[in-house]
């Protein structure tokens, strides 16, 4: 039973900084690649940041060199930090894992940026 869940949302000042954490159990979580994706009302899911089992790291431009993905595999725990944020990063973020054809999704954590 593979589960994932998000934490570390909540509201934050325009140029703030937070950190998401998504705790992994139920596969190996050392093989897969982990990924976090957000969602605003009305738009679609898009890809905000991938590591994968190699550590390997890619990013939206939108967030290029404000946002870094990590994870740790002791912990089974992929994170992304976020610095200087903006009102457009406002959205639902969801944690992702895949391997092969396989996919799955955490139910999210909200992050508001407002001042």
């Known amino acids: 039973q593979v589960q994932l869940v998000e934490s570390g949302g909540g509201l934050v000042q325009p140029g703030g900084s937070l950190r998401l954490s998504c705790a992994a159990s139920?596969?190996?979580?050392?093989?897969?690649?982990m990924g976090w994706y957000r969602q605003a009302p009305g738009k679609q899911r898009d890809l905000v940041a991938t590591?994968?089992?190699?550590?390997?790291?890619n990013y939206a431009d939108s967030v290029k060199g404000r946002f870094t993905i990590s994870r740790d595999n002791v912990e089974n725990t992929v994170y992304l930090q976020m610095n200087s944020l903006k009102p457009e990063d406002t959205a639902v973020y969801y944690c992702?894992?895949?391997?092969?054809?396989?996919?799955?999704w955490g139910q999210g954590t909200q992050l508001t940026v407002s001042s």
């Open positions: 139920g596969l190996n979580f050392g093989i897969w690649d």
């Open positions: 992702n894992a895949v391997r092969m054809l396989w996919s799955y």
């Open positions: 590591i994968t089992s190699g550590d390997n790291t």
